[in-house]
T-cell receptor, first 114, second 114 residues
Framework: SQTIHQWPATLVQPVGSPLSLECTVE??????LYWYRQAAGRGLQLLFY??????ISSEVPQNLSASRPQDRQFILSSKKLLLSDSGFYLC?????????????FGEGSWLTVV | DQQVKQNSPSLSVQEGRISILNCDYT??????FLWYKKYPAEGPTFLIS?????DKNEDGRFTVFLNKSAKHLSLHIVPSQPGDSAVYFC?????????????FGKGTKLSVKP
């Protein structure tokens, strides 16, 4: 069966510091990978998605970036965090489009920028 | 402009009764709809989906109804249990469309009281 893991689960970072959240998927190949954010009082906002190694699409302009160095690895980064980057970040995966668009989420990472 | 709307931010139901969570959408191109359940500080869990060729899909205590003419779907939970207390997200997409276009509502917090 497929599993998805992301880490760290909780992170407290000062403003201006870098960020790296990592996500890996097991049990599948060539998944579509996603980074979402859930800010307080808001729904799930898609930040990035990737259909393959090195292929990243950005949905929202921001100071975050994503990379996919390996087929089942997805990394969310920032060079300098802002207070507004605080939130709950979720990595997710789905099969190719022929299987529909059901997306499966990881456990989430709480980021607090202070 | 919200394409997927969950107009009730919260819902309180007695244990054993029916919970009805509602969702409206504006984009007539959407043809695949999903419900996710989310506990605090955890990733959303996929619950049930429905494609536009159906008007009902049932899985145990969960039933999703789709009214295409009204651009409305609902999730029924019968009977409701205290463990169902969570935030429920409605999501919509174009089946087989470009990846990353799963649009989420802002969620409805369900509280099931013993």
């Amino acid at each position: 069966s497929q599993t998805i893991h992301q880490w760290p689960a909780t992170l407290v970072q000062p403003v201006g510091s870098p960020l790296s959240l990592e996500c890996t998927v097991e049990g599948t190949s060539n998944p579509n990978l996603y980074w979402y954010r859930q800010a307080a009082g808001r729904g799930l906002q898609l930040l990035f998605y990737s259909v393959g190694i090195g292929q990243i699409s950005s949905e929202v302009p921001q100071n975050l970036s994503a990379s996919r160095p390996q087929d089942r690895q997805f990394i969310l980064s920032s060079k300098k965090l802002l207070l507004s980057d605080s939130g709950f970040y979720l990595c997710a995966w789905s099969q190719d489009r022929a299987a529909g668009n059901t997306i499966y989420f990881g456990e989430g990472s709480w980021l607090t920028v202070v | 402009d919200q394409q997927v709307k969950q107009n009730s931010p919260s819902l309180s139901v007695q244990e054993g009764r029916i919970s009805i969570l509602n969702c409206d959408y504006t984009n007539s191109m959407f043809d695949y709809f999903l419900w996710y359940k989310k506990y605090p500080a955890e990733g959303p869990t996929f619950l049930i989906s429905i494609s536009s060729i159906k008007d009902k899909n049932e899985d145990g205590r969960f039933t999703v109804f789709l009214n295409k003419s009204a651009k409305h779907l609902s999730l029924h939970i019968v009977p409701s249990q205290p463990g169902d207390s969570a935030v429920y997200f409605c999501a919509a997409s174009v089946y087989g469309g470009s990846q990353g276009n799963l649009i989420f509502g802002k969620g409805t917090k369900l509280s099931v009281k013993p």
